[in-house]
């Protein structure tokens, strides 16, 4: 089975950062599509980012400008840098590899904005 385990989430005030880790159990060299959902309390679950195996990124407009995803090939690790939060970006994020046609989970980390 492929495993993602997620981390770094955590309790940050508005206008902080964190950032997520994401450690996927196989060669990420093999996979070209990565990224983040998010899901809010009582909400869908939403794309947040996504990165191919050449590094192209794309955001949901919600997050353009602040939050940036990126990938260590050789650690087999996909992160996401969080910056200038805002209570809106409340969430449960789950890391997701697609391979062969089929979408892998992380858990979850929770990410709470909150003064």
């Known amino acids: 089975q492929v495993q993602l385990v997620e981390s770094g989430g955590g309790l940050v005030q508005p206008g902080g950062s964190l950032r997520l880790s994401c450690v996927v159990s196989e060669r990420i060299v093999s996979i070209n599509t990565m990224g983040w959902y998010r899901q809010a309390p009582g909400k869908q679950r939403d794309l947040v980012a996504t990165?191919?195996?050449?590094?192209?990124?794309n955001y949901a407009d919600s997050v353009k400008g602040r939050f940036t995803i990126s990938r260590d090939n050789a650690k087999n690790v996909v992160y996401l840098q969080m910056n200038s939060l805002k209570p809106e970006d409340t969430a449960v994020y789950y890391c997701y590899i697609i391979r062969r046609g089929l979408t892998y989970w992380g858990q979850g980390t929770r990410v709470t904005v909150s003064s």
């Open positions: 990165i191919t195996f050449g590094g192209s990124t």
